[in-house]
């Protein structure tokens, strides 16, 4: 009976994960990655207008106070905020727009493209599609990234992508998709 009981227990608790179908405004996060104290995600989330969508956080540094001198910074005061690039409404679009990325990356520095983008409105709710600019950089003794500028108000806030995360990125929602893909 114990076994029967344990059994029910973990079908019941088990049947969201295998759901197509999940309720809006709860975000389904799919893979997530670590790298010099960055952490980017892939989720997908439904709208309450029924609109499903695969983003990638990159989140934003708002540097709200730094003492620098020279290339030098002694202190700085920084507020991390959450913002989101909307990569499309399928798992292949998602694929593609990585890929996309990852093409950039071997762009020449300075080139710049806009990428439509979402940020935290409050009450984990999300804003109406914004535009984030996003420009090939290589900072001081280090590779090529994407330097994602955004702005918001009078402020201006950024988040740098690199090459290997997006690899990284591409490499974990393949799999993830290959996990769930019997779904």
């Not at 730094?66 to 499309?88: A, C, P, R, W, Y």
Request: glycine share 6%.
């Amino acid at each position: 009976m114990k076994r029967i009981l344990a059994a029910l227990v973990i079908a019941v608790f088990s049947l969201p994960v295998f759901a197509q179908d999940f309720p809006a405004g709860i975000p389904n996060e799919i893979c997530e990655v670590e790298q010099d104290d960055h952490t980017y995600s892939i989720f997908s989330l439904k709208d309450e207008d029924g609109f499903v969508g695969y983003y990638l956080n990159v989140g934003r540094v708002f540097n709200l106070l730094e003492i620098s001198k020279g290339n030098d910074t002694f202190f700085s005061l920084d507020h991390v905020d959450q913002t989101f690039l909307l990569m499309g409404t399928t798992a292949e679009e998602a694929l593609d727009y990585l890929e996309s990325l990852l093409e950039l990356v071997d762009e020449d520095t300075g080139v710049s493209r806009q990428f439509p983008c979402r940020t935290v409105a409050g009450f984990n709710k999300l804003s109406g599609i914004n535009m984030a600019t996003c420009i090939v950089t290589k900072r001081f003794l280090q590779s090529k990234r994407l330097c994602f500028v955004f702005s918001n108000g009078h402020r201006t806030a950024e988040a740098d992508l690199t090459r290997s995360a997006i690899k990284s990125l591409r490499w974990s929602f393949k799999l993830s998709e290959k996990i769930h893909s019997d779904n």
